[in-house]
């Protein structure tokens, strides 16, 4: 997945010692006059895709502190190229969390397009809470409302930004007494960035310099697509520059994999290693997992009809699955990236994910259970450089042989699943006293994502279709049937699964059962009985008919891949699916006396690094019998592959919409 041609550095404390005077090449932020030239020779939105807007210039220079606080002072010159721009940028909207860092709006001015420039009065400036939804953090937001924009106008804008880059936390004294004093990072002397060079606008120069230590060694990647750099001895620091020019916008792609894992980017650490990173994660938290006599009881509670270890962990992850709700509430300036305590989590009865695997944590250690937190990044990959590139938190149990096993209680509500299926390899780092490395979660292959139906379909002589049918799922389909029905109101479910049957538009469900989703003992069941009046089409000698399995009932929410869009005959990008899935259909069709099958599909055999597909429809005293079985085998489909996978859906529709032709004889 790495662009071969990537550049990774690691700046030896020895190479500080050869520290030259300040060099006249090293970058340095445009001048107005650098500024101007870039408006005289900018185009207009022909020249960009018809893009709202461009950015003429995006530069920072981020300057780190030998303590690994970093502040980054940015430029960014926009130049306005349709009314859709003027509106966009009529506002400008900074956010930030008052507790982990600071951000200043430095100067905003306006190039007019009859070449006078507006210095805007950052008096205007309102510093308001931020609209905040189940993550109730205490953000905030800086609001600057422009003076009326125009088409050819271009904006520029200068921010200073103090520890954005990860969670910093207040010094000790400001913290104590409320104040928001000096900022220092959660690892001590260490700082990380991720930075992306490309994204939903185009840029016309881009550049990214760091100013580090010179004594402070500092490692670095480049993936995805290459970059021009540059490094640069200073007499009190060096300067490491990254640059591109003409980037276009992303032309999105449905269902693609994350920016992360495609546009250029540059990830960077002074973090030596993972293991120290884990440690780290394991330090600052070990402390919050302490049990309580409430806390004691549940556990004892909970796992008291348990025959085996594996039944006391699936019934404590489903108990905290089910009882602790996700909402966050800030615990102030430690709260991103340390976990609630399990006292606080069990009283509150809320969290977000890294809360709710600590209330999962602390329930296994009460029950005797060695388990630890663990950071991961669900949506996109984490690379080997150890910077901060999480955005979810889990559990994992060290088992006695060494091993290790994870658990996900913020995916596990309604589902059987200890681990997501749908976060199969992916980089995790587990948080423990002795260190580990980066490692990846475990590979899903299709049979464990099942979806097999059986059915059993008769037609009568007016055409009407009865069909029984049983559906066996387990993984992800599973998870999606129980999610469905108990997220649906109860008088509401019958019309959801009939809609979702799809068989036909006069098909009805007849009868219906389906496993208690709160049953998680089981994989899930679904039994229907359908009928469909004026299912097979037409009169006289000729009868014409859809193999009614081949309409994929029940699809939109256990195989929701199957209407993915694949029109286009490549892609540049890859593609994300919500898991490896495998689709099973065996279906006897019976017909009336008198009715001859002619004709059927014709079979299909397909196999690729992507996908499979095997299906055979027989004639059969009587009617005829289907065998179809689909196999997705990645959850994320590489562009190169693409074309497999295209045609496996494709086949899928297309069977679809094939006909079934039988001649009635004239005594029928």
Same mark, same amino acid.
């Given at each position: 997945?790495?662009? @071969?041609?990537?550049?990774?550095?690691?700046?030896?404390?020895?190479?500080?010692?050869?520290?030259?005077?300040?060099?006249?090449?090293?970058? @340095?932020?445009?001048?107005? $006059?650098?500024?101007?030239?870039?408006?005289?020779?900018?185009?207009?939105?022909?020249?960009?895709?018809?893009?709202?807007?461009?950015?003429?210039?995006?530069?920072?220079?981020?300057?780190?502190?030998?303590?690994?606080?970093?502040?980054?002072?940015?430029?960014?010159?926009?130049?306005?190229?349709?009314?859709?721009?003027?509106?966009?940028?009529?506002?400008?909207?900074?956010?930030?969390?008052?507790?982990?860092?600071?951000?200043?709006?430095?100067?905003?001015?306006?190039?007019?397009?009859?070449?006078?420039?507006?210095? #805007?009065?950052?008096?205007?400036?309102?510093?308001?809470?931020?609209?905040?939804?189940?993550?109730?953090?205490?953000?905030?937001?800086?609001?600057?409302?422009?003076?009326?924009?125009?088409?050819?106008?271009?904006?520029?804008?200068?921010?200073?930004?103090?520890?954005?880059?990860?969670?910093?936390?207040?010094?000790?004294?400001?913290?104590?007494?409320?104040?928001?004093?000096?900022?220092?990072?959660?690892?001590?002397?260490?700082?990380?960035?991720?930075?992306?060079?490309?994204?939903?606008?185009?840029?016309?120069?881009?550049?990214?310099?760091?100013?580090?230590?010179?004594?402070?060694?500092?490692?670095?990647?480049?993936?995805?697509?290459?970059?021009?750099?540059?490094?640069?001895?200073? *007499?009190?620091?060096?300067?490491?520059?990254?640059?591109?020019?003409?980037?276009?916008?992303?032309? *999105?792609?449905?269902?693609?994999?994350?920016?992360?894992?495609?546009?250029?980017?540059?990830?960077?650490?002074?973090?030596?290693?993972?293991?120290? @990173?884990?440690?780290?994660?394991?330090?600052?938290?070990?402390?919050?997992?302490?049990?309580?006599?409430?806390?004691?009881?549940?556990?004892?509670?909970?796992?008291?009809?348990?025959?085996?270890? $594996?039944?006391?962990?699936?019934?404590?992850?489903?108990?905290?699955?089910?009882?602790?709700?996700?909402?966050?509430?800030?615990?102030?300036?430690?709260?991103?990236? *340390?976990?609630?305590?399990?006292?606080?989590?069990?009283?509150?009865?809320?969290?977000?994910?890294?809360?709710?695997?600590?209330?999962?944590?602390?329930?296994?250690?009460?029950?005797?259970?060695?388990?630890?937190?663990?950071? *991961?990044?669900?949506?996109?990959?984490?690379?080997?450089?150890?910077?901060?590139?999480?955005?979810?938190?889990? #559990?994992?149990?060290? $088992?006695?042989?060494?091993?290790?096993?994870?658990?996900?209680?913020?995916?596990?509500?309604?589902?059987?699943?200890?681990?997501?299926?749908?976060?199969?390899?992916?980089?995790?780092?587990?948080?423990?006293?002795?260190?580990?490395?980066?490692?990846?979660?475990?590979?899903?292959?299709?049979?464990?994502?099942?979806?097999?139906?059986?059915?059993?379909?008769?037609?009568?002589?007016?055409?009407?279709?009865?069909?029984?049918?049983?559906?066996?799922?387990?993984?992800?389909?599973?998870?999606?049937?129980?999610?469905?029905?108990?997220?649906?109101?109860?008088?509401?479910?019958?019309?959801?699964?009939?809609?979702?049957?799809?068989?036909?538009?006069?098909?009805?469900?007849?009868?219906?059962?389906?496993?208690?989703?709160?049953?998680?003992?089981?994989?899930?069941?679904?039994?229907?009985?359908?009928?469909?009046?004026?299912?097979?089409?037409?009169?006289?000698?000729?009868?014409?008919?859809?193999?009614?399995?081949?309409?994929?009932?029940?699809?939109?929410?256990?195989?929701?891949?199957?209407?993915?869009?694949?029109?286009? @005959?490549?892609?540049?990008?890859?593609?994300?699916?919500?898991?490896?899935?495998?689709?099973?259909?065996?279906?006897?069709?019976?017909?009336?006396?008198?009715?001859? #099958?002619?004709?059927?599909?014709?079979?299909?055999?397909?196999?690729?690094?992507?996908?499979?597909?095997?299906?055979?429809?027989?004639?059969?005293?009587?009617?005829?019998?289907?065998?179809?079985?689909?196999?997705?085998?990645?959850?994320?489909?590489?562009?190169?592959?693409?074309?497999?996978?295209?045609?496996?859906?494709?086949?899928?529709?297309?069977?679809?919409?094939?006909?079934?032709?039988?001649?009635?004889?004239?005594?029928?």
């Amino acid at each position: 997945m790495r662009d @071969k041609q990537t550049a990774c550095v690691w700046i030896v404390a020895a190479m500080a010692a050869c520290a030259l005077a300040v060099r006249a090449d090293v970058p @340095k932020p445009a001048t107005d $006059e650098e500024i101007r030239k870039l408006i005289e020779s900018a185009g207009s939105a022909k020249d960009y895709d018809d893009a709202p807007f461009v950015y003429l210039l995006d530069e920072a220079d981020v300057f780190v502190r030998d303590s690994g606080l970093a502040t980054t002072e940015s430029c960014q010159v926009i130049k306005v190229l349709t009314d859709a721009g003027v509106k966009a940028l009529a506002r400008q909207v900074l956010e930030f969390d008052p507790d982990t860092y600071r951000v200043a709006i430095r100067s905003v001015r306006i190039h007019r397009s009859g070449g006078s420039v507006e210095e #805007v009065p950052l008096a205007g400036v309102i510093t308001q809470p931020a609209p905040q939804h189940m993550l109730y953090w205490g953000n905030e937001q800086h609001v600057l409302d422009l003076p009326r924009l125009n088409v050819d106008d271009v904006l520029e804008v200068r921010v200073s930004r103090t520890g954005v880059n990860i969670a910093y936390l207040a010094g000790e004294t400001a913290a104590a007494s409320g104040e928001a004093g000096e900022l220092q990072p959660p690892m001590p002397g260490h700082w990380f960035e991720t930075t992306l060079f490309q994204g939903s606008h185009p840029i016309g120069r881009k550049r990214y310099s760091v100013h580090m230590p010179k004594d402070k060694p500092v490692q670095y990647e480049v993936y995805n697509q290459p970059l021009k750099s540059s490094f640069w001895f200073n *007499t009190d620091h060096h300067v490491i520059t990254f640059a591109a020019d003409d980037i276009p916008a992303v032309k *999105t792609e449905p269902r693609m994999v994350a920016l992360d894992d495609c546009v250029a980017k540059v990830v960077m650490a002074t973090v030596p290693d993972w293991p120290m @990173k884990s440690r780290w994660f394991w330090d600052v938290n070990k402390d919050q997992f302490e049990a309580d006599e409430a806390i004691r009881a549940k556990v004892a509670e909970v796992t008291a009809g348990a025959a085996t270890e $594996e039944d006391r962990r699936a019934a404590l992850l489903h108990w905290v699955a089910d009882n602790i709700r996700y909402s966050g509430t800030s615990r102030g300036p430690r709260e991103g990236f *340390t976990l609630h305590t399990g006292i606080e989590t069990f009283r509150d009865r809320m969290g977000v994910c890294k809360d709710i695997a600590g209330m999962l944590i602390t329930m296994f250690r009460a029950a005797g259970i060695d388990a630890y937190p663990t950071l *991961t990044m669900a949506g996109s990959r984490v690379e080997r450089i150890p910077a901060d590139q999480f955005n979810h938190t889990v #559990v994992v149990v060290k $088992e006695k042989d060494g091993s290790f096993t994870l658990y996900d209680p913020t995916w596990a509500p309604w589902s059987r699943q200890m681990w997501s299926v749908s976060e199969p390899l992916q980089g995790v780092v587990y948080g423990t006293p002795e260190g580990e490395d980066q490692t990846l979660s475990p590979y899903f292959p299709p049979e464990v994502n099942l979806a097999a139906f059986t059915t059993k379909s008769a037609l009568d002589e007016s055409g009407t279709l009865t069909t029984s049918l049983r559906a066996e799922l387990s993984g992800y389909a599973c998870t999606a049937l129980r999610r469905t029905i108990w997220r649906t109101p109860p008088d509401e479910r019958q019309a959801v699964l009939e809609r979702a049957a799809g068989i036909s538009p006069t098909a009805r469900i007849e009868h219906v059962t389906y496993t208690d989703p709160l049953d998680y003992s089981v994989d899930s069941t679904i039994e229907m009985k359908v009928t469909a009046p004026q299912y097979a089409a037409g009169s006289g000698p000729v009868r014409a008919f859809r193999v009614p399995m081949l309409s994929h009932p029940l699809s939109s929410f256990l195989a929701s891949e199957l209407s993915y869009p694949v029109e286009a @005959k490549t892609r540049q990008y890859g593609v994300r699916l919500r898991a490896t899935r495998m689709l099973r259909y065996d279906e006897t069709v019976s017909l009336p006396a008198g009715w001859t #099958v002619q004709q059927v599909p014709e079979p299909r055999k397909m196999d690729s690094e992507a996908a499979s597909l095997t299906f055979e429809a027989k004639p059969v005293d009587g009617g005829l019998t289907i065998h179809l079985e689909m196999s997705l085998k990645h959850q994320i489909v590489p562009a190169e592959d693409y074309p497999g996978f295209k045609e496996v859906l494709d086949a899928m529709k297309s069977l679809s919409e094939e006909w079934v032709l039988c001649t009635v004889d004239a005594a029928s």
